[in-house]
């Protein structure tokens, strides 16, 4: 990644990176081993949450980040995704949540974390599959306008990609749902929580359709 690609994506960050999403971390749960490494970990919530778990968790970034410093483990470090500074199957999992749409070299990344892994691998990526009713509305979701986004997956995609980086997928499947209401609700001048919180009761409907904006996958690593 270039020095320009770095700073696009430090402009980029969100007050939501690195926080702890429910549906994720559940995965990690369900399909982790016990030392497990975050790529991509931002804040380093998953790892903090996971060490008070008894996991051994450790996180890597391309920016540094400040709450780092509170860590007594010295869990966190720089490094890049194309150049983990580990040695080969060094960890159980590797957790890669909204990573791979930043990286141009996915063959490198994903060999990488091949590498580094002794068993699986779970990570989370933006769910581009067509939506012709959203687009037909004039919107689009934050994915496709992200200047830092250069991959862009569907489910297939995302599927074909893991299997022939050496990867088996076991599972995948769509997780966050888009609260479609909130910009409609928003402009009647409703507060701001109340608007987060009807869009996200009226999202949750079981007649209407869902829309879901991230794709989760389990990938085991296929020895050799």
């Known amino acids: 990644m270039t020095t320009n690609q770095q700073m ?4 980029s960050r969100r007050p939501s990176w690195g926080k702890v999403n429910r549906a994720r971390y559940q995965a990690v749960l369900k399909a982790a081993g016990r030392s497990i490494l975050d790529v991509g970990c931002s804040t380093g919530e998953y790892v903090r949450q996971l060490r008070q778990s008894d996991y051994l968790a450790y996180g890597i970034d391309l920016l540094l980040d400040p709450g780092w410093v509170e860590s007594v483990h010295h869990v966190f470090a720089c490094a890049s995704a194309m150049a983990l500074p580990f040695p080969d199957r060094s960890f159980d999992t590797i957790l890669a949540f909204e990573v791979l749409e930043h990286i141009p070299n996915l063959a490198s990344a994903l060999g990488e974390f091949r590498r580094v892994c002794k068993r699986n691998l779970i990570l ?18 934050s994915h496709w306008t992200d200047r830092t986004h250069c991959n862009f997956f569907t489910r297939p995609l995302l599927h074909e990609t893991l299997e022939t980086s050496g990867f088996h997928v076991t599972e995948i ?20 929580r109340f608007t987060y919180l009807i869009a996200r009761i009226l999202a949750r409907l079981p007649f209407r359709k869902q829309h879901f904006i991230t794709i989760l996958a389990t990938a085991e690593r296929v020895t050799e």
């Open 124 to 141: 989370t990526v933006p769910n581009c599959e067509p939506q012709p009713d959203i687009l037909s509305a004039g919107l689009a979701y």
């Open 8 to 11: 696009a994506l430090a402009e």
């Open 173 to 192: 499947s769509l997780i966050n749902r888009a609260f479609l209401d909130y910009p409609v609700l928003h402009s009647f001048y409703i507060p701001e």
